[in-house]
């Protein structure tokens, strides 16, 4: 016998760690859900381990690509009615990633074991999300682990392709702020400061556009490593405040606030968040644990803790919901793009006209008064 730590949900709605001693994982799993409980996952006590329990593959995520791969595979292997344990290993031969390779080898050792696959895959939460286990689990506890796997590949498949349209409209603008800030930068510490020093061997007198540009620039050079060293220091202050509960729920709400960006966080963060819940529950998963599941990958604290205790019943309509916030936000996203990336280039532009204008000033001045 051995003592398992199983986080479990109860009938009420509240979540909580409880210990249990039985056989194995998957008997500690069935005891629990014949009293009433949905069980998330169980560990085996770390005391038993001699110590803390890590996944052989490292901590690091594998990447969201590669674990949709996975599952394409893991379906099309379940769907030909392999054994699990034959579809873990050739799985983990076609694997190109060593770490996955080394996790599913411990997986396998698992499922050979006597676990659920379900149970054997929770050991690795830095990997597979709760909401994957729990969608197995379901599936596995129904005898319909190929729906399962067909719903979650097809979610996986909507959050992927929301997720990479939303990161292609802001690279670009993103890129361009970059790029036009440092070309304002070169110019500023070393263009101006080049025609400067030209333009005090002429002695000559400068107009008073091309003196205060002058004086900006010299500034500009003196305080350049102090602003440079500040504003470093306040981003490593607002990473450490932000990996606090408080921090990241305020950044969170900042975000939501932010004209244009805000609504484009919201309405891909409810769409993430419809699409989820439409998933836990076609897959069979009751009301709050799908709920508590769902609500843990919204990805924003605020919005999490708001949705928490408005949300009393959900049905069919949330997979239309969800479609609807994704038309909505590829609308926003391409009117962002097509307003952003104008405004920036013609920004730029006036910029750098406006310096190199100034600066060229004294030279026009030197040409009227030659003639």
Partial sequence: MARFVCKIGTPTGSMR???VEEASAEAARRSLEAQGYYVFDVQVRREALGGPRRSRAGLNRIGAKALLVFNQELLALV???LPILTALDLLGERSQQPRLRTLLADVRE???????LSAALAHHPHVFSPL???ALHAGEQSGTLVDALTRYVEYQKRILALRQRFRAALTYPAVLCLASGAVILFLLTFVVPTFTRIYGDLEAELPVATRLLVALTGRL???L????????????AAWRWRATPAGHQTMDRWILGLPWVGDLARGYLFSRFART???TLGGGIPMIPSLQITLGTVGNAYLTGALRPAIRSLGDMLGHVADLHDAEVDTRLTALAAVIEPVIMIGMGLVVATIVVIM????FHLSAVVR
């Fill in 17 to 19: 760690a409880q210990e």
């Fill in 79 to 81: 769907k030909a009615g």
């Fill in 110 to 116: 698992a499922v050979k074991g006597g676990a659920a």
């Fill in 132 to 134: 994957y286990t729990a």
């Fill in 221 to 223: 050079r003196e305080v």
């Fill in 225 to 236: 490593p102090l602003v440079g060293g500040g504003a470093a220091l306040l981003l490593m």
């Fill in 277 to 279: 819940l439409a998933m």
């Fill in 360 to 363: 060229y000033l004294p030279i």
